[in-house]
């Protein structure tokens, strides 16, 4: 699929989870950045993720890019279908979701992290 996020192999420790997470970060900016994460750490790309949310890509697209909040009914066919929890996505809250996702989730913010560290608000 095209958003794979690959495996970056490397184990990250708690603070940096919560630095990558943007922990208690509830910005649009921050909701995108897990938004993103987690559709690359599932595989698809933002058609297909659209798609399955049933929704237009251009809608999608905004809560990628930071132009709005998830809906409801998007966070929660997530969290039904995948296991991303409301609590990641809306504000940064890894310590639910399992752990082979969250290393998942992890590597994908990793390969889209520009050098400097993750996209600050």
Do not use: C
Not at 47 to 65: C, G, I, V
Not at 82 to 110: E, H, K, N, T, V
């Amino acid at each position: 699929m095209n958003g794979d996020a690959g495996d970056t192999g490397r184990r990250v420790d708690h603070d940096e989870k919560q630095a990558l997470a943007r922990f208690a970060d509830i910005s649009t900016d921050a909701t995108a950045w897990r938004m993103r994460a987690s559709r690359m750490a599932l595989g698809l790309n933002s058609k297909e993720m659209a798609e399955q949310l049933k929704m237009p890509t251009t809608s999608y697209s905004a809560y990628e890019n930071g132009k709005a909040h998830p809906k409801l009914a998007a966070i929660r066919y997530l969290y039904r279908q995948y296991d991303i929890s409301f609590d990641f996505i809306l504000y940064g809250d890894f310590r639910r979701l399992p752990a082979d996702l969250q290393q998942r989730i992890f590597d994908a913010m990793l390969s889209m992290q520009s050098p400097k560290g993750p996209p600050e608000a």
